[in-house]
C-alpha cells in the first residue's frame, strides 16, 4: 500500500449517491476512527451536501488521482465499465477495493481494475441513516487488517455480518438487501386492509406505519421474532384468528420463502449479465 505504517492511508469513494453519502457521513463524523486522511470523492454530480463538504475543506473532491490505499465502490453496478476507468487512476496493485455494488463479482472487479484484495458488500436502504446491515465476502488474498478495516469502513451503515462465502452473497441480496421493500409492502397492505375494514385512510396510515416501526424496534432490543409474536398471541384472540389466515399453507412463510428464493435467483442472473458485459 501506498500509506507507510502508522500513517493515515489514502482512501477515495467512487459515487456519493445515497449510500456512498452515508458511508461518508459516518467517517466525517470520526475521521479517526476510519483510520484514513481526507476523503477524496469522486461525484460528477455532487450533492448540495457533498458540495458542501468540499467546499468546507471537509473532503476532497474531483481531484486529481493518486495511489489509494481504499477505494469503495458505491456507485451503481450498470455504470460499472466506466466507472472503472475513472478509478483506474486511483488504484494500485495493493489497493483495497470495496464494492457496494450488487451483482458485480469479486471476479469482475478484479479483471477490470487489477487488484487482488477485494471485498464484495451488500448494504440496504436503512443504512442511510445508520440502521441498516450490510453482510459482505473478502477476497482469497484478504488477511486480518483487511477484515478489519473493510468493517470498520462498512459500521457507519449499521450492523456488519461477514466475512462471508462470496457464493452467500445473492441471499444476503434477497433478504437484506431487497428485504426493506418487503416491510414497506407489509405497511402498505396493512393500511389497506385497514381502509377495508372501514378507517379513515390517514388513520390507518399511522396505525400501520407505526405499528411496523414499533415492532421492529422491539427486535432491536434484541427480542426472538417467534417469542415475540406468541406474547402477542393469545389463544382464540384476535391475533390467532389472523395468523390463522397468516400463516396457513400457501401464506406468509411459503410466500417469504418463494419471494427470497425469486431475489435470489435475479441476483445471480444479474452477476452473470454483469461478467458478460465485462
Not at 29 to 36: D, L, S
Not at 99 to 104: H, K, T
Not at 254 to 277: C, G, T
Request: hydrophobic fraction near 50%.
Amino acid at each position: 500500500m501506498s500509506s507507510a505504517k502508522g500513517e493515515l492511508k489514502q482512501a477515495v469513494l467512487a459515487g456519493a449517491g445515497r449510500m456512498g453519502a452515508a458511508m461518508a457521513r459516518g467517517w466525517l463524523r470520526n475521521p479517526k476512527a476510519a483510520g484514513f486522511g481526507k476523503l477524496h470523492v469522486i461525484e460528477p454530480q455532487p450533492s448540495e451536501e457533498v458540495a458542501e463538504w468540499a467546499k468546507a475543506g471537509k473532503i476532497n473532491l474531483n481531484r486529481k488521482a493518486i495511489t489509494a490505499d481504499i477505494a469503495v465502490l458505491a456507485i451503481k453496478p450498470q455504470g460499472f465499465a466506466k466507472a472503472a476507468a475513472d478509478v483506474a487512476g486511483w488504484i494500485g496493485p495493493d489497493t483495497l477495493v470495496v464494492s457496494i455494488m450488487a451483482g458485480v463479482t469479486m471476479r469482475t472487479i478484479s479483471a477490470a481494475l487489477g487488484v487482488t484484495k477485494v471485498a464484495r458488500a451488500m448494504p440496504n436502504t436503512p443504512g442511510a441513516i445508520g440502521m441498516g446491515v450490510t453482510g459482505y465476502a473478502l477476497s482469497s488474498k484478504c488477511g486480518a487488517a483487511e477484515k478489519a478495516l473493510t468493517q470498520k469502513l462498512l459500521a457507519p451503515l449499521g450492523d456488519v455480518v461477514g466475512p462471508l462465502d462470496e457464493s452467500k452473497i445473492d441471499a444476503v441480496t434477497a433478504v437484506s438487501g431487497s428485504g426493506p421493500a418487503y416491510v414497506f409492502l407489509l405497511a402498505e397492505a396493512l393500511a389497506a386492509a385497514g381502509v377495508a375494514a372501514g378507517l379513515a385512510e390517514d388513520v390507518a396510515a399511522q396505525l400501520a406505519h407505526k405499528t411496523v416501526v414499533g415492532a421492529g424496534a422491539l427486535l432491536a432490543e434484541g427480542g426472538d421474532p417467534a417469542e415475540l409474536r406468541k406474547a402477542v398471541t393469545s389463544p382464540g384472540g384476535t391475533t390467532a384468528a389472523a395468523l390463522d389466515v397468516l400463516m396457513a399453507q400457501g401464506a406468509i412463510p411459503d410466500l417469504m420463502r418463494r419471494a427470497v428464493e425469486a431475489a435470489a435467483k435475479r441476483s445471480a442472473e444479474l452477476s452473470r449479465e454483469a461478467e458478460k458485459k465485462s
